[in-house]
């Protein structure tokens, strides 16, 4: 193997170039600031060049001098490149370092000839080289930007979130659905909280424990020392959702299905029913935080989902088995359905007014009524409309926002 030191000799002896004069002559003081800017540009391009490499070449520098440039060139070729890989590499970077002043000017000569060329392709490195070289240049300041005087817009516009408000969840498009799941996450129902039947100890509460004074008396000898009280126990009504989930609700179930699983996680006793041509209870579903893997659930449980409709059947179904279970303590219900039965209404008004009987508060929900002119044409409507204590629209944003309102106010029965 040929030493370092002969190996550079060897490349200057073969290179070529004029001979400085020795008053043109650079010094090695001024020399090496140059060079070590030079293995800094290397380094950024993607060589692996170190402080023994810097000094080799200073030394090799030292021993052939730098008359001319191809003995620098030799020389530095020598001690800094360790594969062949890199040798197109290094020889972009050196023409680009050190540059010819006689040889610019005769490439500002031929550039008008090269500018017809068809565009080539760059050679391997080239970006880098040129990304490399502009790290050491300032940034030019940025261009100053007349100030243009203000200008007001006078058309009426309507934000995208307000008309997300009033749009139709049939009329939207995938990602409005998305948008319109997203809001209503954020919807929270109001907990209106009840009396119920039952008292809990209170020292300030308004009424007199006269059981629990009489009982503290006998531990004391029979002397009333202390008069309990008793204040009763408030808490939010149940809340119990019946869904229609036929071909012509589909859509909006879909989006109500969001909404119904945002309640029965934010407030306890929720139920939620589905029906179609059958009822079935997904409460146990909805109560699983993520609502992917809820609605998956429910997917899997309900068979006939965007079917027929059998309205009459699936309340006499959750009136046998299920009032007693979930409409105790002045149960809010919401009937969510369009009132199209394909039963024409057979045992409706029935079912409808036991289940009214049953709760503190009926609602019916039904899309239909976004229609100025809507009229209760069909069997199925007529036969629930008398039994129902509210009738209110769903089919938006807002009409579920107008929906919470309702049921933060509260009714008597």
Same mark, same amino acid.
């Given at each position: ?11 200057? &002896? ?21 060079? +070590? ?8 391009? *993607?060589?692996?060049? *170190? ?47 050190? /540059? ?51 200008? +007001? ?35 929270? +129902? ?5 009396? =119920?039947?039952?008292?809990? =100890?209170?020292? +300030? ?70 029906? *179609? ?5 997904? =409460? ?60 024409? *209404? &057979? ?13 503190? &508060? ?50 008597? /029965?």
């Amino acid at each position: 193997m040929i030493p370092p030191k002969e190996a550079v000799h060897a490349a200057a &002896r073969r290179g070529t170039g004029s001979p400085l004069a020795p008053r043109d002559r650079p010094s090695a003081e001024a020399f090496a600031p140059n060079l +070590l800017a030079f293995i800094r540009l290397l380094r950024r391009v *993607g060589l692996q060049v *170190g402080p023994g490499d810097a000094l080799a070449a200073t030394e090799a520098l030292t021993l052939t001098g730098i008359e001319t440039r191809a003995t620098v060139r030799a020389a530095l070729s020598a001690t800094l490149l360790r594969k062949h890989e890199q040798a197109e590499l290094f020889d972009a970077a050196f023409a680009l370092f050190w /540059r010819d002043p006689e040889k610019g000017a005769t490439e500002a000569a031929f550039a008008m000839l090269e500018e017809q060329k068809a565009p080539q392709k760059p050679k391997a490195g080239d970006r880098r080289m040129a990304e490399a070289m502009a790290a050491d240049r300032p940034l030019p300041p940025p261009p100053k930007q007349e100030e243009q005087p203000p200008q +007001l817009d006078a058309a009426m516009t309507v934000s995208e979130r307000e008309r997300l408000q009033q749009m139709d969840f049939e009329a939207m498009s995938a990602a409005e659905i998305a948008l319109a799941k997203q809001e209503i996450r954020r919807l929270v +129902l109001p907990l209106d909280a009840r009396p =119920t039947r039952r008292f809990r =100890t209170d020292p +300030l509460g308004p009424r007199v424990d006269l059981k629990a004074t009489l009982r503290a008396g006998s531990r004391s000898g029979g002397e009333l020392v202390t008069i309990l009280r008793k204040r009763r126990v408030v808490r939010p009504p149940p809340l119990v959702a019946i869904c229609d989930i036929s071909g012509s609700m589909a859509r909006y179930a879909q989006v109500l299905l969001h909404f119904l699983h945002a309640v029965t996680n934010d407030r306890e006793r929720v139920h939620s029913f589905l029906f *179609g041509t059958r009822l079935s209870n997904i =409460t146990r579903q909805l109560k699983h935080r993520d609502p992917e893997i809820a609605f998956e659930m429910v997917a899997h449980m309900v068979p006939d989902w965007s079917g027929g409709t059998r309205i009459g059947e699936a309340l006499e179904r959750f009136n046998q088995d299920w009032g007693r279970r979930v409409l105790g303590q002045g149960a809010v219900v919401l009937l969510i359905t369009d009132g199209l039965d394909r039963e024409g *209404g &057979r045992g409706l008004a029935e079912a409808t007014d036991r289940l009214k009987r049953s709760c503190r &508060r009926l609602i019916w929900l039904n899309p239909l009524l976004r229609y100025a002119g809507f009229q209760p044409k069909s069997q199925g409507i007529r036969a629930m409309l008398p039994h129902v204590h509210e009738f209110r629209p769903v089919h938006n944003l807002a009409s579920l926002r107008q929906l919470i309102e309702a049921l933060g106010k509260g009714t008597r /029965r």
